[in-house]
């Protein structure tokens, strides 16, 4: 075949360089043009289906040479496929020295990839100088390939499932109850770290780096204070916002896309902003590709990603933007380099992606991020599987007349999940979820707006079996202990006799009591409006709730 040399002067420079399509059309273009026809753009597509299958790809790869083939598996494996003569000339390759031409010429010629000067500089990257780059198809089947043929061993599972969300809940809970304070520098004191992060639940080991449980406190703090679900009084210190206290009553998916999207927009990690954002968008349109549940190689996402964004980068908008930030008050050198690009990516990845349970991480045996899996939560969440996940079915728990009550991860357990941890204590999570119910985690789910009707629905509907006796009697005489009055008809009860006192010697509900026929039970008159009975105890610090 004869020697294509790609039109490097183009709008569609990059596209051509580093897509297999856009190298099908120029070369069908360049070859129309040499014959002073038009381009035949159905055999050119028709080529491209052929030539762009996993299958074709690693066939063609296997033709290469020894020696290119195993600068391509070098290339691939540790730099995405694209590898630049001054990274190559550190690398050991058995005295393999940089041959440019001839690589290109036999990439060219097998419809793999090209040797070119990489000119990125305009376009906010460092890159400029001779570069061998294979095409994003032939990366994306080489990738897909290895992580079939050599899994990575992964020794530890990350999974976060919805314990950001339960956490949130938690901190804003929190803040109700205690006085949080913050220095004049706006930051969180080591004390108020101290007591919020025991509050998390214990999903995250204590010397855990992926992620640690004062990183999770740090994203939470930043996430409320940006979207200003909690604000800072005059004496310094925290307490939620009206619009923290809606956003809590939001169901679980709705919550996931609100931190799904600052994370997205998060400007605490490292990298050039203009890329990273748009980089991120095309990471979560790569991730809704990846097959969930299995495990790919830790920067199998992040090459991919950054791939399909240079090969798809607008050059006007980009370059107007970085000529426009280059004559800036002081100007602006590139940042990153393509390298880098990947790495800040895999960082956002793991920081975020996994912090939110969209990707589960799976570590070696010193720690470190060797594998990502798209979870079925994310699946879920960025709309790739239905409700009922890939399971189907219900979730159920088995509840043990001690209290301990175990949740069986049959179909979609992640909302059931996030409800459990609303008012139990959660003591592990492995394959399946363990819990604990005691007094004082039903407070907290008090304090966070549950009702003791949702606490028993929710268990009538997903337990296993009958529902312990005891433990509906304990959570009964537990609410009633925390100021909870139950109407039956138009009678008010509670063996807490304090909260009948207070009803009945509060002025604004006088007019509602017909007769106090015993110390614990007030019978209202008929016609009393329920919702406002409901508001009137909620302001003597009592709730209303029908058994």
Partial sequence: MSEIRIDTDGRGDLYKSFTLKGFVDEFYTARARAANQSADGARALETYKLYSEDRAILSRLRKLSPSVNAIVGKAVEEFGGVLPRSVFDRLSMNGSTWSGDVWRRELESHFLGTVRELSLAPYGIHAGEETLVLFHEVVLARLKAISEERPATVVKEVEMGVDLVSDIARFLAFLQEDHVRFTVHGELFKTSEKRLVDQFVPGIDADSKEPSPHEVLDFIYHFCSAERLVHRTGDRTYTISEKGLQWEKQPLLEKQKDLLLFSVEDRGLPGDLFHQIRLRRHCLSYLKRMEPERWYDAMFLPFVARNAYIAGMDPKTVLQFYSARANGAGGSAPL?????????????????????????????????????????????????????????????????????????????????????????????????????????????????????SEVLHLFTRHVRGNLPQNIVFSIHEWAERMGVVWLEGNTLRSRHLESIERLFTAPRIASHVADRPSADMLVLRPGTNFSELRSIARDLGLSVERP
């Avoid at 880098?340 to 939110?356: C, V």
């Avoid at 039903?442 to 003791?452: E, K, Y």
Wanted: aromatic letters at 6%; glycine letters at 10%.
């Fill in 336 to 452: 990153d380099d393509l390298q880098q690009m990947g790495w800040n990516l895999l960082l956002w990845i793991r920081r975020r992606l996994a912090l939110l349970g969209i990707v589960d991480l799976g570590l070696d045996a010193v720690g470190r991020p060797v594998a990502i899996r798209f979870s079925r939560l994310g699946a879920k969440l960025l709309g790739v599987l239905p409700p009922s996940g890939l399971r189907g079915g219900r979730s159920h728990i088995i509840m043990n007349p001690n209290f301990e009550i175990v949740l069986l991860p049959e179909g979609d357990e992640f909302e059931l999940a996030h409800a459990l941890d609303r008012f139990c204590v959660r003591k592990k999570h492995e394959i399946l979820y363990h819990y604990e119910l005691t007094e004082e985690s039903l407070r907290r789910g008090m304090r966070d707006g549950l009702r003791i």
